[in-house]
């Protein structure tokens, strides 16, 4: 799908990889509807041609407050990037559950209600793109990140089943899987810090823009997955060839083994 004209809806649009999706695809004509807590970080990733909406994720009322601005502005909307998303550098077996819950609304939940939301239009007009933007956690399980690699997994598992329902109403689904990508990840995480090993690795991470690119050369190719760098492919592939010596080497990054 090309992305010059498009109307896009992104979430997570004030930093990090969703503003650098909106730099790239403004740069490539599309029209642009930014939703994320921060007013000054949506103003200024989008500059005066975006519509935003400043609010919480979480909550019905921003949702529904950001299809409805977006379809009152520009008549339509042709993809929606599900980007927002949060971490807990946390075991999962002592995590609070009410920050468990948090996690599945804010990385699951409120891509499910967007799509709800969407959906609809894109099948009165048998056109649109669904792009949900997972993580490499999504594919191997991040033992610093255990709980973050499970919302993603079921994001995964949502974008490849909603392929399958919506096939026939001219609609496309597309996953987005990042390796370490250079944003403030770590620093906007709900609790805990990444083992010392994970901090250094960011020296072999991809920038925001890089990863931004990946995903608008993936929409315009109507890819089903997208893994950016294309090396994560290599450590999926080792995940299900060698997944004890796999696991063993996570577990000492981790520090648990």
Not at 99 to 120: H, K
Not at 133 to 152: M, Q, R
């Amino acid at each position: 799908m090309r992305t010059e004209g498009k109307v896009i809806l992104i979430t997570g649009g004030s930093e990090g990889v969703g503003a650098a999706c909106a730099a790239e695809l403004a740069r490539y004509g599309a029209h642009l509807s930014l939703v994320a807590r921060s007013e000054q970080g949506l103003r200024r990733a989008g500059g005066p041609e975006a519509l935003v909406t400043a609010g919480d994720l979480t909550l019905e009322e921003t949702r529904r407050r950001a299809v409805a601005s977006t379809l009152e502005h520009y008549g339509r909307i042709d993809i929606l990037i599900n980007n927002a998303g949060v971490g807990l550098y946390q075991p999962s077996w002592e995590m609070p559950l009410d920050e468990a819950r948090y996690l599945m609304e804010l990385n699951l939940f409120a891509p499910l209600a967007l799509t709800q939301l969407v959906v609809p239009h894109m099948r009165e007009r048998r056109s649109g793109m669904i792009v949900n933007v997972g993580s490499i956690g999504g594919k191997v399980v991040l033992p610093w990140l255990t709980f973050y690699s499970v919302t993603k997994f079921a994001l995964g598992a949502l974008t490849e089943g909603q392929r399958m329902e919506l096939r026939r109403d001219g609609i496309q689904t597309m996953l987005v899987c990042p390796g370490y990508v250079k944003t403030n990840f770590q620093k906007n995480v709900r609790a805990g810090q990444a083992p010392e090993k994970v901090v250094q690795s960011r020296v072999y991470a991809i920038s925001p823009e890089e990863c931004a690119a990946a995903i608008r050369r993936g929409i315009e190719r109507d890819a089903r997955t997208v893994v950016t760098p294309r090396a994560g492919w290599l450590f999926i592939l080792a995940m299900r060839l060698f997944p004890s010596f796999v696991e063993t080497r996570m577990a000492r990054v981790n520090g648990t083994a």
